[in-house]
C-alpha cells in the first residue's frame, strides 16, 4: 500500500495521461543481477508496481528506504518518511530483494522479489502439549457491550 500512495502522489502533478501498474507472478533469475539490490539466482514470486510519475532523483534514490527520509514539503498532508522504510524491512523479513527503476519525468518501478516456497520449503512438526498459560488479557473499550463481546470472543478461543 505504501507503494501504491507514494505511486499515486508522484502523478498527481502529472497533467493527463498517468498510470499506475500492479502486476505479480513468477520469475527465475538465472544470473545474479545487480540493480538497486543483488539478487540472486533462484525461484521468485514477483511484485512490481510502476507508475508514470515524476521519478526519483539520483541523491533520492540512494535514501528512499531510510527510516524518515522525505522529499516531500514539510508540512504536507502526506508521508512521515516510513513508507519506503516499512516496506523494505517488511520484504528484508521474508527474506526478499527490492529493485528500482526510476527516470526523471517517466516514473518508477518497484520489483520486489519474495523466494520462491517451493524451493525453500522443509516440512516442520511440532507438537503442541498445551495452550493454556497464565497470559492475561486487558481489554479497553468505552463501550460496555464491547467488552463483553471480546470478553466472549476470548473466552472461546482459548476454550
Known amino acids: ?13 502529472m497533467n493527463s495521461g498517468a498510470m499506475l501498474s500492479v ?10 543481477t545487480n540493480g538497486f539490490e543483488t539478487i540472486p539466482i533462484g525461484t521468485y514470486s514477483k511484485l512490481s508496481i510502476s507508475d508514470t510519475g515524476t521519478g526519483i532523483d539520483v541523491d ?12 516531500k514539503d514539510l508540512g504536507s498532508r502526506s508521508g512521515s518518511g ?10 528484508k523479513d521474508f527474506g526478499g530483494w527490492i529493485d528500482v527503476k526510476t527516470a526523471l519525468r517517466k516514473g518508477t518501478c518497484f520489483d520486489i522479489y ?8 522443509t516440512p ?10 497464565m497470559e492475561t488479557i486487558l481489554i479497553a473499550d468505552d463501550v460496555e457491550e464491547q ?13
Not at 502486476?23 to 545474479?32: A, L
Not at 533520492?60 to 522529499?71: G, K, P, R, V
Not at 467488552?147 to 476454550?159: C, H, N, Q, T
Open 60 to 71: 533520492a534514490l540512494n535514501h528512499i528506504f531510510e527510516s524518515f527520509y522525505s522529499d
Open 23 to 32: 502486476k505479480t507472478g513468477q520469475t527465475k533469475i538465472r544470473t545474479e
Open 82 to 91: 516510513l513508507g519506503l522504510s516499512v516496506v523494505h524491512g517488511v520484504v
Open 114 to 121: 519474495f523466494p520462491s516456497v517451493r524451493d525453500s520449503l
Open 124 to 133: 516442520k512438526t511440532e507438537i503442541i502439549t498445551s495452550c493454556f498459560g
Open 1 to 13: 500500500m505504501n507503494l501504491i500512495i507514494n505511486a499515486v502522489e508522484a502523478m498527481a502533478t
Open 147 to 159: 467488552r463483553e463481546v471480546d470478553k466472549a470472543g476470548i473466552r472461546f478461543a482459548i476454550l
